[in-house]
């Protein structure tokens, strides 16, 4: 029983010797036949890997991290522009209702905070863009922020 496992064993490495011996006579065939075209090929290759690589690190997007220095004005607390208030005939109720529009609150949480219906800080608000001009709620805050009326 062994004999047949080692004639079996004995084929295989005589055929594997064989068919590298043959790789090997081959590429030597193949390196004498096409000298230049294997070197030119393998050349071309190296320096096409090399100028890809070279491209993608040079072509990559860097990030730019520009520190500006900016000098904000050195202020007190805020104080509101009591005269433009009068200039502008801007009551108590719609400067307080101007700044509750600024701090984000809808018609109805201004209402409930300032214990009015929500129809009359509709009118409350209406009237105040009308004195300061303006269209929109924001417009009106900022408005308001530009003339000194709210912080």
Do not use: C
Not at 16 to 43: D, I, N
Not at 59 to 72: F, M, Q
Not at 78 to 94: C, N, Q
Not at 103 to 120: D, H, M, P, Q, W
């Amino acid at each position: 029983m062994l004999a047949p496992v080692r004639r079996v064993v004995l084929y295989g490495l005589a055929g594997g010797v064989l068919l590298a011996l043959l790789k090997v006579l081959e590429y030597q065939y193949f390196v004498r036949a096409y000298p230049s075209e294997v070197y030119g090929g393998l050349v071309a290759v190296i320096f096409s890997a090399v100028g890809i690589y070279f491209g993608l690190q040079w072509a990559r997007s860097r990030e730019v991290v520009v520190i500006k220095e900016v000098r904000v004005p050195e202020r007190g607390p805020f104080v509101v522009d009591a005269a433009k208030l009068k200039e502008l005939g801007i009551t108590p109720r719609e400067h307080e209702i101007l700044g509750l529009i600024a701090a984000g609150l809808s018609n109805r949480e201004i209402g409930e905070r300032l214990f009015v219906s929500e129809n009359t800080v509709k009118t409350h608000s209406s009237r105040l863009f009308d004195k300061l001009g303006v269209n929109r709620r924001v417009q009106a805050v900022l408005k308001g922020r530009e003339l000194g009326l709210i912080p």
